[in-house]
Structure formats: C-alpha cells, structure tokens
C-alpha cells in the first residue's frame, strides 16, 4: 500500500510538472526506478536543502568510506538526471511552440519557472533545485498522508464502515470501473478527505 500511494502521487506531480505521467502505477510491484531511488535517497536530500555544498564533496568521497551514503548519492544522481531531462524536453517543446497558452490544461508548472530561470543551453541551480523540491515534496509528503489516512480509515470501525456504505452504493461491482467525477461528488468520502488533510496540516 505504501509503495501503491507513492506510485500514484508520483504520477500525478510528474504529469504537473514535465505534462507527461511517468505511469509508476503500471509497475508490477510499485517499485519504479525514479521511486525507489527518491526513497533511496529522501535522508540525502533533507541534507543537501540544508548544506547545498554537499553534492560536490561527496562526489569525491569514495563508495568504500560510508556505503550508505554513497548508494544515497547514486540516487539522488539518477532523480537529478531525470529533472534535467525532463527539463530540457520542455525547453524543446518550448522553443518548437513559443506561443504556450496558460490556460491549457497541458499546461505544466516547470515552463512557468523556466521563462526566468532558463540560461541558454543550460539550467540554472535554483530551477534544478526548485524541480527536486517539487517532485519531493509532491510526491513524499501526499504519498505518507495519504497512507496515515488509510491507516485510521481502517482502524476505526465507524468511520470505514460508512465509507464502505457509500463507496458501495454508486460502486456495486468492484471490478467495474467508476468515473473520478462521481467519487469527487460522495459527499462523506469528500468531508473526510478535507477534514483529515485539514487536521494533519
């Protein structure tokens, strides 16, 4: 479940961030390569927030001297190369279609940022930085709230017996689909989302 949360919640902020879903949730076990290397790394990058000196020293520091860390620093190497890709493909679409209209639904968080963080054929530190903190905080902090929220669904009868009820009554058959739209109007599946986010924030 936890891993199901942050497949899900990693394709959603890719999809806002670089206008293309990464598709985690079609990973057999959740266990796609950009996430296991962000939960790989998640200790390494509350350190480099804090020191943004650190990248440079501990890509001198050999494997042998702190495993840990470095596996944490190969990862954290493969989330950056994978926000600077997506960056430079946006740069490309960008420059194939000046004329973006912010009022697309296409579109995306990361062109906002580049129209003055972009420095010719190179990103600057702030925007990479700025693009790890998204995909962190988008994924990270909704994927654990989102498995805390489960956790006291299941644990407290009343509460899931009535969310049972109502999901049942518009979701007869479970291997039917349903429409996002008719989820987003149950009303105590609605209530209890808000008021669980609201008290956790």
């Not at 020191?51 to 440079?56: G, T």
């Not at 620093?73 to 912010?102: C, Q, W």
Request: charged residues 15%; negative net charge; glycine residues 4%.
């Amino acid at each position: 479940m936890f891993l199901a949360f942050r497949s899900a919640t990693l394709d959603i902020i890719t999809f806002y961030m670089f206008g293309h879903c990464l598709d985690s949730l079609n990973h057999p076990t959740f266990s796609d390569p950009l996430l296991m290397n962000i939960q790989v790394a998640l200790p390494l990058l509350w350190v480099i927030k804090a020191f943004p000196w650190a990248p440079p020293v501990l890509s001198i520091v050999p494997g042998w001297l702190g495993n840990s860390l470095h596996r944490q620093f190969i990862a954290f190497l493969y989330i950056r190369d994978y926000v600077v890709a997506g960056l430079r493909r946006i740069s490309k679409e960008s420059a194939r279609h000046p004329t973006s209209n912010p009022e697309n639904p296409d579109f995306t968080i990361l062109p906002r940022l580049m129209e003055s963080s972009h420095q010719g054929p190179s990103f600057s530190q702030r925007l990479v930085d700025e693009s790890l903190s998204l995909l962190q905080a988008g994924s990270d902090t909704v994927g654990n709230t989102c498995t805390v929220g489960t956790f006291f669904i299941l644990n407290d009868e009343v509460v899931r017996s009535r969310l049972v009820e109502e999901l049942q009554s518009v979701w007869p058959d479970r291997d039917s689909t349903i429409s996002l739209t008719v989820l987003q109007n149950l009303p105590y599946l609605v209530r209890f989302s808000i008021l669980f986010a609201c008290d956790r924030s």
